[in-house]
């Protein structure tokens, strides 16, 4: 990031809840998380995201941190980051095509 120019990243995409957040937000010091992977891998795609996304001790620290969390809601959701952060773009269709209701 030093050569790079940069102090901070906009979007930090990962997984691995507070203990790895702890290490990672100093560093890389994002605008907005997006969580992937916290519903296991094991399930079927077709059946669609098995919870809510839940990880309270993340969700605290991010919120400390002034970090914004961005919360999927069933597989296929998508985002667009530009340079007024990142918004929810919707994915209808792609969604009903896989029979997903959310």
Not at 59 to 69: F, M, N, R
Not at 76 to 92: E, F, I, Y
């Amino acid at each position: 990031m030093t050569d790079a120019g940069l102090t901070g990243v906009d979007l930090w995409i990962g997984t691995g809840g507070a203990p790895v957040a702890r290490l990672v937000l100093p560093v890389i010091k994002p605008k907005a998380y997006l969580p992937v992977h916290w519903d296991g891998l094991g399930g079927s795609f077709l059946a669609g995201v098995p919870g809510k996304y839940s990880d309270s001790a993340l969700v605290s620290l991010l919120s400390q941190s002034g970090v914004k969390l961005l919360k999927p809601v069933q597989y296929m959701d998508k985002w667009r980051l530009d340079r007024t952060g990142v918004q929810p773009v919707a994915n209808t269709t792609v969604k009903r095509a896989l029979g997903f209701s959310r």
